[in-house]
């Protein structure tokens, strides 16, 4: 598996870990800041005075008492509910990602299996269609929306991100089912399958890998994302990043950043927990797909 | 396949573009072709909590008349496309005709707006979309060679500037870049230039978009990499090392040419969403020194008087302009794809 | 201005003649949908017009950071999604040019007949606003630094220069000085502030034809760039946030900032008692020995929308009116410069107060002017990087001005 790991020269060994090392550093120092300074207040982690009073919380002890404090995680999820805006993100993000893909497994196998030139044509139109900004897409869709009364609900904003991110999905998982060789569903289809049936029972007991890793960026664009949740829910059904977006205050009031910090970190953990639980599908899933653009 | 077959397992998948995304790129490339209708003004006595004053507003009626009308606006051609907030043509051509140096010349086109955006847009693209390639290509060779049992924390630390929402990651690091943040602390002290501050100078501020550019765009590239050098065949790697290659060469004539695709697969999603950039500018707050279509876009639809035609145009501008990026890329494609058998 | 006056200083004039809130609100059936900013005087507005809600009356809020760029596309439809829209000085105009707001003449004669003048905003004799809060922005000065610096407390920008140059130059602070510069529409608004201090005009009188290309318009500018050479180098960047920021570290001695963050800047987080017990808000300064203090007014205020039922509009009026109530105003007095006579001045609003009382000009109501504020926004921060001429810089944001109002339909 991995490229020729036996017989490695040390000073290979060492470059390799001093940039790996170097990378880890430079990835991961910007959260790890966020997480310590989500314990401080607002005036320590974001210091004009001196950045190291955020290192030794200087006014966190003057206004708290303590050098640590749980304001700003109190704050964001008890007193501005953060947890309804976490579920909404679940629901949507859950939704967007099954669907996402069970279009884009379907369409993606067969622009795979498909010769003809059409096929080729759509995934251009596929590119192009992803070329287009989204906040123009989404100042379109307003008026249509709020005249046939699909503005603010969340079953409408799982569609708009599923067919945004369809072009992507469809790429992706084109590509995965280019891999699969092509006698698996043609030996089955002579065996007197119908197509959909050889889909069914040959293929997708074999695409699970890159279906995950599909989903995984999928997963990504939905939970990050702040231009279609932003403009297309209505308050009670806000999801997380617009609600952060909304700690931050505007020009004439001051918000609560340290709600934001607060919240970003704790939205963190769960990604934690699902990558590592999907980490073996994950690179296995990249493994055999999307190797062929 | 058939094309009945192919029409049952494309259709969800179409419908749901065509719904949201085609029909939405009709009604925006009509947009961008008109131009609102003349506003009918009248003045007026308006009076506030201040006062109350001689103004002007807008005769409803008289304009809901001409807007009845013609609910499209005027036909206006090309005209948005062409005009300054664009193309300039018009103005271009003026500078042209009045400026005798090529200096002269360009310092004229780059007071122009959607020069200035394109040209910020296309440097940020031309840098980025590079380095994240070779970076994301060296860590996924670095985490390649790791120990089985650090893999895991390592891939998820590596992801961890794509997690972290650029809304709250740029305004964290815009703090720790300040000239009193740890970080605009820190390069003061290796540089020993107690002035230095990355958000005054044009230059360090186009140089600190493009560094987070490029750290928020590695992890996407390590993730498809990483996979990739999973799939490099193992036999083909040992007869390279029977015949003697060193790593060095092994990496250049065998992984890389085998991951040949894939880089592809990269560039083609990076160059388009580097060419859409947008988060950075905002969120470091560089306004003034960078532009991009994305921010013109941006600021079209969300001013206090929205402006769809030019908005319209920009996009159709930046869905042009991607188009011509992946010309080689889609060549390449469709070559591929002729070599597939029917 | 005394209208404004007796609004926010009338106290003890309210006491005797303010109205009590009607219990239970007895609004009757209809549907309230409003559609708002989210900040904390808003959120006291709609919660009390909630609590309002019973079998017959259904009050939703919808208050999101995007409310500008949403509530034309709600108020579109018939019947609109909202009713009510909550909007600003520089946000109506978008709602008036597409005729989506009512007159509401009627609604006030009925249900609110003792409705002040000071919170009708009129356009054209007919009542399309209620106007509840001000703001402004305006001089912060620390009391201490001026006196160590020795220098009498500024009242023209002329003045705050050379503040400023004392206090760099006894060696107190490097750059005293902060505005909100930050490029786009924070740095179009301080030039707005500015210009609307040398007394000129920003188009002619009833048409769009913009007329800053002047030596108002020079002016204004030079006064920009000359206090940004007391700025922190960064002051392209400086939003309300970074202003606030180094206030409250102590870093800055004359700022301009919105009154609306006084009371943060004034309360005992984020900054050390030395701060903020020298901390005075001021006036906004004048410029060029004129009289008119350099910045703009703005009033938070509601509309209703055309497109609901006439029952829906009456209930949304009287929902609206109750969440204005005096009850409210008193609950959340820190929360704004209330247009409402139950206000009490405190320290935070002092600022605001002094700018209204010396006679500073509303931001325009104008259809055209947020075209305006966005060309200014994307073309003076190279005229204070020093890399082109005011005259230049006026001459682009004409430009870019022109070619926006011709595409709106304002210019031909």
Redesign the interface.
């Known amino acids: ?5 036996k ?3 040390t000073p ?2 060492l470059i ?2 001093v ?2 090392l170097a ?2 550093v ?3 120092f ?2 790890l ?2 997480l310590w ?1 989500s314990f401080k ?3 320590d ?7 190291m009073n ?1 290192l030794w919380g200087t ?1 966190t002890v003057i ?1 708290t008492g303590a050098p640590f404090t749980g304001a700003g995680y109190e704050g964001a999820w008890i007193e501005k509910e953060f947890w309804r805006a976490a579920l909404n993100t679940g629901i949507i993000v859950f939704f967007t990602v099954i669907i996402s893909l ?3 497994t ?2 993606g ?3 795979a ?4 030139r059409y ?2 044509w ?3 139109l ?8 989204h ?3 989404v ?5 249509p929306f ?2 046939w ?1 699909l ?2 609900h969340i079953p409408t904003t799982i ?2 991100l ?3 991110n ?3 999905t ?3 998982l084109h ?1 995965f089912f280019l891999n699969i060789p092509k006698d698996l569903d043609e030996s089955a289809m002579v065996d007197g399958c119908t ?2 049936q050889a889909f069914r029972h040959v293929i997708v007991p074999v695409m699970w890998p890159g279906v995950i ?1 599909t989903g ?2 999928s997963f ?1 664009l939905a939970y ?1 994302d ?1 231009t279609v949740t ?2 297309l829910l ?2 009670e059904n ?1 999801t997380m ?2 609600k ?3 700690f ?7 918000g609560n ?1 340290m709600f ?2 607060a919240a ?1 970190v704790s ?2 953990a769960p ?2 927990v699902l ?2 639980f999907f ?1 073996r599908q ?12 | 396949m058939p094309h009945r077959t192919f029409f049952w397992f494309i259709l969800p998948s179409a419908l749901a573009m065509l719904l949201f995304i085609a029909f939405p790129l009709v009604s925006v490339i009509v947009q961008s072709l008109h131009v609102e209708h003349e506003q009918i003004l009248v003045t007026s006595e308006n009076c506030g909590p201040f006062g109350c004053k001689q103004s002007t507003s807008v005769d409803v009626e008289a304009t809901a008349k001409l807007k009845d009308a013609a609910p499209l606006g005027r036909f206006n051609s090309l005209g948005t496309y062409m005009d300054r907030g664009h193309l300039a043509t018009a103005e271009i051509s003026q500078a042209w005709s009045t400026t005798d140096s090529w200096r002269a010349f360009f310092s004229r086109v780059m007071n122009l707006p959607f020069y200035k955006a394109l040209a910020f847009t296309l440097a940020y693209t031309a840098v980025v979309t590079p380095l994240v390639i070779l970076f994301g290509l060296a860590v996924a060779l670095g985490v390649n060679g790791l120990p089985k049992l650090v893999k895991g924390p390592t891939i998820f630390i590596s992801l961890l500037p794509m997690i972290v929402t650029p809304l709250i990651g740029s305004l964290i690091l815009y703090w720790m870049i300040d000239a009193d943040g740890i970080l605009g602390k820190g390069l003061q002290y290796i540089f020993d230039d107690p002035a230095l501050s990355l958000k005054a100078s044009p230059l360090l501020t186009w140089l600190t978009l493009f560094t987070y550019g490029v750290w928020h765009g590695i992890p996407f590239a390590f993730v498809v990499f990483y996979a990739g050098l999973q799939t490099v065949p193992e036999e083909t790697l040992e007869a390279a090392m029977i015949d003697g290659a060193s790593r060095w060469e092994r990496i250049r004539y065998v992984v890389i040419p085998y991951m040949g695709p894939l880089f592809v697969f990269v560039a083609l999603i990076q160059l388009m969403d580097n060419f859409r950039v947008f988060e950075p500018i905002i969120g470091f707050s560089a306004q003034a020194n960078a532009s991009s279509l994305s921010t013109e876009i941006y600021g079209d639809l969300l001013g206090d008087n929205a402006q769809y035609a030019s908005a319209a145009a920009t996009s159709m501008l930046t869905v042009i302009g991607v188009a011509i990026l992946l010309t080689p890329v889609l060549i390449r494609t469709w070559r591929d794809f002729n070599r597939k058998a029917v | 201005m005394n209208m404004f006056k007796t609004a926010a200083l009338g106290t003890v004039f309210a006491v005797l003649s303010g109205t009590t809130a009607i219990a239970g609100c007895g609004i009757g059936a209809g549907n309230v949908s409003i559609i708002a900013n989210d900040f904390p005087a808003i959120h006291a507005i709609t919660d009390a017009a909630k609590a309002c809600a019973d079998d017959g009356l259904t009050v939703t809020a919808n208050m999101t950071k995007e409310h500008q760029t949403l509530n034309a596309p709600g108020m579109s439809g018939n019947p609109a999604e909202y009713s009510v829209a909550v909007v600003a000085n520089s946000s109506i105009v978008a709602l008036l040019n597409d005729g989506l707001i009512r007159p509401l003449d009627d609604l006030i004669a009925q249900y609110a007949p003792d409705l002040p003048n000071v919170n009708k905003v009129t356009v054209d004799g007919k009542v399309m606003a209620v106007a509840f809060m001000a703001n402004a922005q305006h001089l912060f000065y620390r009391a201490d630094v001026l006196e160590k610096a020795g220098v009498a407390v500024p009242t023209t920008y002329e003045e705050v220069v050379a503040a400023a140059e004392a206090i760099r130059a006894a060696g107190i602070m490097e750059h005293p000085v902060a505005l909100n510069t930050g490029a786009g529409w924070n740095l179009a608004e301080e030039f707005i502030n500015m210009y609307m201090g040398t007394g000129g005009e920003l188009f002619e009188a009833g048409s769009a034809v913009p007329t800053i290309e002047n030596e108002n318009g020079v002016a204004a500018l030079n006064m920009l760039k000359s206090l940004t050479e007391y700025s922190n180098p960064d002051f392209l960047t400086f939003d309300s946030n970074a202003t606030q920021a180094l206030w409250e570290a102590g870093d800055t001695a004359l700022s301009v900032m919105w009154g609306s963050r006084g009371a943060a800047v004034l309360d005992n987080e984020g900054s050390s008692e030395d701060v903020v017990s020298s901390t005075v808000l001021a006036a906004a300064p004048t410029l060029g020995g004129g009289a008119t203090p350099a910045t703009t007014l703005w009033w938070d205020g509601f509309t209703i929308a055309s497109n609901v039922s006439d029952e829906d509009a009456a209930a949304s009026f009287q929902a609206m009116m109750v969440g204005l109530s005096e009850d409210v105003v008193k609950a959340n007095q820190d929360a704004a410069v209330w247009l409402n006579p139950a206000y009490v001045a405190t320290p935070a609003s002092a600022g605001v107060i002094a700018s209204a009382e010396a006679g500073a000009n509303p931001y325009p109501m104008l259809p055209y002017v947020g075209l305006m504020h966005s060309a200014l926004g994307d073309n003076l921060a190279e005229f204070l990087q020093g890399s082109e001429s005011a005259e230049q810089a006026l001459a682009d944001v004409v430009a870019a001005y022109t070619t926006s109002a011709k595409e709106q339909g304002f210019l031909q």
Do not use: C, H
Not at chain 1, 1 to 5: D, E, F, K, L
Not at chain 1, 45 to 51: L, P, V, Y
Not at chain 1, 113 to 116: D, T
């Open positions: 598996m991995a490229i020729a790991s017989r490695r020269s290979l060994v390799s870990s940039l790996v990378w880890i430079v990835a991961a910007p959260f800041w966020t300074g207040v607002q005036g982690f974001f210091s004009k005075a001196d950045w955020a006014r206004e069970t279009l884009g379907l369409g196998y067969a622009l299996r498909s010769g003809y096929a080729f759509l995934l251009m596929a590119l192009v269609f992803r070329a287009m900004p906040i123009t897409l100042s379109g869709y307003l008026l709020f005249e009364n503005w603010g569609v708009v599923v067919a945004i369809q072009p992507f469809l790429w992706m590509s197509r959909f890793t995984l960026f990504l990050n702040f932003a403009l209505n308050q806000q990043i617009p952060i977006a909304s931050l205050g505007s020009t004439q009031v001051e950043v934001a910090v970003v939205a963190t990604l934690f990558i590592l980490q994950i690179v296995s899933g990249l493994t055999a797909g999307a190797v062929k653009g």
